[in-house]
């Protein structure tokens, strides 16, 4: 008996929109990089990550009839410096939020210690300014990484 049909495995493509909890964006998107991982399946792509917003955008939206109340500046001091005519300062870290608000492919030359070098192609999850922690997707391994400024010798597009 001859079967009609061949019984060879086919493939399909879904999109599928996911919600994973996590302590930060990339612990999320180490969660479900780990699950992705860990299933049958014969690839996957990430296609986004975040939607900042959604949450305010709503809040706007439930508070189109409210009037805004006028707040007057507080008094100071006479001697207190004008900060208003102090030049705009920018602490440094412009480029790597561009690179994360961007999603833009890098690569990240990192020094480990010992003579270790790592060049890593990935794109920023996040950046922490107050911890000085950069948090990386290796877009090679698909495996998310944190680092330490003092770590990165440079960021190369």
């Known amino acids: 008996m001859k079967p009609t049909q061949s019984m060879t495995p086919k493939s399909y493509v879904f999109q599928v929109e996911v919600l994973v909890e996590g302590s930060s964006n990339g612990?999320?998107?180490?969660?479900?990089?780990?699950?992705?991982?860990?299933?049958?399946?014969?690839?996957?792509?990430?296609?986004?990550g975040i939607q900042l917003g959604q949450l305010i955008?709503?809040?706007?939206?439930?508070?189109?009839?409210?009037?805004?109340?006028?707040?007057?500046?507080?008094?100071?001091?006479?001697?207190?410096?004008?900060?208003?005519?102090?030049?705009?300062?920018?602490?440094?870290?412009?480029?790597?939020?561009?690179?994360?608000?961007?999603?833009?492919?890098?690569?990240?030359?990192?020094?480990?210690?010992?003579?270790?070098?790592?060049?890593?192609?990935?794109?920023?999850?996040?950046f922490d300014d107050q911890t000085s922690v950069v948090t990386i997707y290796h877009v090679d391994e698909k495996q998310v990484y944190t680092f330490r400024l003092n770590e990165i010798e440079d960021f190369q597009e």
């Open 27 to 48: 612990a999320a998107l180490e969660k479900i990089i780990h699950a992705l991982n860990e299933a049958p399946l014969l690839d996957y792509r990430i296609l986004s």
């Open 57 to 126: 955008d709503e809040r706007k939206s439930e508070a189109v009839n409210l009037v805004p109340i006028d707040i007057s500046e507080p008094v100071r001091p006479e001697n207190a410096i004008d900060s208003s005519s102090a030049p705009e300062q920018s602490d440094g870290f412009d480029s790597i939020r561009k690179y994360m608000k961007s999603n833009k492919l890098i690569r990240l030359i990192v020094n480990k210690g010992f003579g270790v070098k790592l060049s890593i192609p990935c794109r920023i999850i996040n």
